[in-house]
């Protein structure tokens, strides 16, 4: 059975980095049959998704227009996670990010609230 | 990008009653592949969202069954035959089948 377990800060400075891992168990970030997703919620912007990486005999990345300059999504094969990186942040980016599976079946993890607050 | 048009944004409904939400995809989800990339899930408060239908109709494990999903190609319902206590919460749509993955607005479930 596939988990996601999330971890890092719950508030970040703006204009500064959030970053979040999400730690995989049951599957393979390197896995041919998944791609692994960022998506935040918030009550202003309702659910939006931010991006994804996935490896199909190499790496590729697929990102949000909206985020498209400031984001990263990195695999980490040694550890079997991912992470995401949010440059620049401002109060706008306060929200509930989620790591999820994507295909066969969407797994979710528990979610992370990051407040962006001085 | 395809925008999840939901409805209705909220419900209130009787236990035991069925409840019905509606969700409508500004294109076709289905993939040269056969699939129709569409779910259901439940988001119940404080908790991350769950899946409670993949694929248009197919009911992920231990989801009951007074849970369904129906629906083709940019139109897609999900029913709910006998609604009861713990279905409360926020049901929303999602588009698997392009970048970038898009959501219905989410229908908030109560119980009268």
């Known amino acids: ?7 890092g800060p719950g508030l970040v400075k703006p204009s500064q980095t959030l970053s979040l ?4 168990s049951g599957d393979s970030v390197s896995s041919n049959s998944a791609a692994w997703n960022w998506i935040r919620q918030s009550p202003s912007r309702g659910l939006e998704w931010l991006g994804r990486t996935y490896y199909r005999s190499k790496w590729y990345n697929d990102y949000a227009v909206s985020v498209k300059s400031r984001i990263i999504i990195n695999p980490d094969t040694s550890k079997n996670q991912f992470s995401l990186q949010l440059n620049s942040v401002t109060p706008e980016d306060t929200a509930v990010y989620y790591c999820a599976r994507e295909a066969p079946i969407w797994v979710w993890g528990q979610g992370t609230l990051v407040t962006v607050s001085s | 990008d395809i925008v999840m048009t939901q409805t209705p944004l909220s419900l209130s409904v009787t236990p035991g009653q069925p ?7 500004s294109q076709n989800l289905l993939h040269s592949d056969g699939k129709t990339y569409f779910y259901w899930y439940l988001q119940k408060p404080g908790q991350s969202p769950q899946l409670l239908i993949y694929e248009v109709s197919s009911r992920f494990s231990g989801v009951p069954d007074r849970f369904s999903g129906s629906g083709s190609g940019t139109d897609f319902t999900l029913k709910i035959s006998r609604v009861e206590a713990e279905d409360v919460g926020l049901y929303f749509c999602m588009q698997g089948l392009h970048v970038p993955k898009t959501f219905g607005q989410g229908t908030k479930v109560e119980i009268k």
């Open chain 1, 21 to 24: 891992t999400c730690a995989i």
């Open chain 2, 19 to 25: 409840a019905s939400i509606s969700c409508k995809s």
């Open chain 1, 1 to 7: 059975q596939v988990q996601l377990q999330q971890s």
